[in-house]
């Protein structure tokens, strides 16, 4: 039988569940939307294994602050009715045949990333459920995005038009351009169009930064900020090889 995992990224959906409430308070409507957010992602993607994957609420920033202290720094913290409500999220989507993987010390990403990487890995097909552009430099013909919220994939078309890179690119674009929403600061002075042009004559950072035809005024910026460049990239890169603690057996999608 093939296998087509699902991968929620719970707080992902949830957050942008949760903010289009009219009433923050009000947990309740929050557990019945996203459980039926739930149910229509459950019927369009016909999974045989699901998942929700939550990043722990009490953990700190994780092994990437330790390599850019910058990193999501002063991030603004959950709302506190939806913190408290997350336990019974959980329990409603139990109910709906879905378990839930609580991160302990890693970020939701690198599990997210390292499942559908042992699952492409083994022939099968993964489906990300986020809208979280993050997770494209995993695209391949076994792992494809779905932004459930506009009703699009997250594809190798998507991404050359709203980056202009390839996906196995993407580190390095953010390595180059940085991510303002989590204070990766990348190189200054280099943007979207300088690293798209880059990345399209050279690839990738190091070949870039060997190349004895980088113009000048990318070569003294590169010559100046590469070690940053390369901290950036590694924290833009997915981890694809962290324990997960379970086999795939575990999260067989069986109905609610």
């Avoid at 600061?185 to 399209?200: S, V």
Wanted: hydrophobic letters at 40%; a negative charge; one cysteine or more.
């Amino acid at each position: 039988m093939s296998i087509h995992l699902v991968i929620i990224d719970a707080l992902n959906l949830i957050r942008r569940v949760h903010s289009a409430q009219p009433d923050a308070n009000d947990i309740d409507r929050t557990i019945t939307t996203t459980s039926r957010t739930i149910n229509k992602i459950l019927v369009e993607s016909q999974p045989t294994h699901i998942i929700a994957v939550f990043d722990h609420h009490l953990q700190d920033r994780g092994w990437r602050a330790q390599v850019l202290p910058s990193y999501k720094e002063d991030r603004k913290p959950m709302p506190a009715p939806l913190l408290a409500g997350l336990e019974k999220i959980q329990s409603a989507w139990w109910e709906l045949g879905i378990d839930s993987l609580l991160s302990d010390g890693d970020e939701a990403d690198d599990l997210v990333a390292t499942l559908a990487y042992k699952v492409a890995s083994a022939g099968e097909k993964a489906t990300i459920i986020s809208t979280d552009k993050g997770y494209c430099q995993l695209l391949s013909p076994n792992v494809q995005i779905r932004d459930y919220f506009q009703h699009r994939w997250l594809d190798a078309p998507f991404i050359e038009q709203e980056f202009g890179v390839k996906p196995e690119q993407l580190a390095d674009y953010w390595g180059l351009v940085g991510i303002s929403s989590s204070k990766v600061p990348g190189i200054p002075g280099i943007g979207p169009k300088a690293a798209k042009e880059i990345l399209q004559q050279y690839g990738d950072i190091e070949t870039a930064y060997a190349a004895e035809d980088l113009v000048p005024k990318y070569r003294k910026k590169f010559d100046e900020h590469i070690e940053l460049a390369r901290t950036c990239k590694r924290i833009a890169a997915l981890q694809t090889d962290m324990k997960l603690g379970f086999n795939l057996q575990d999260v067989r999608y069986l109905g609610s």
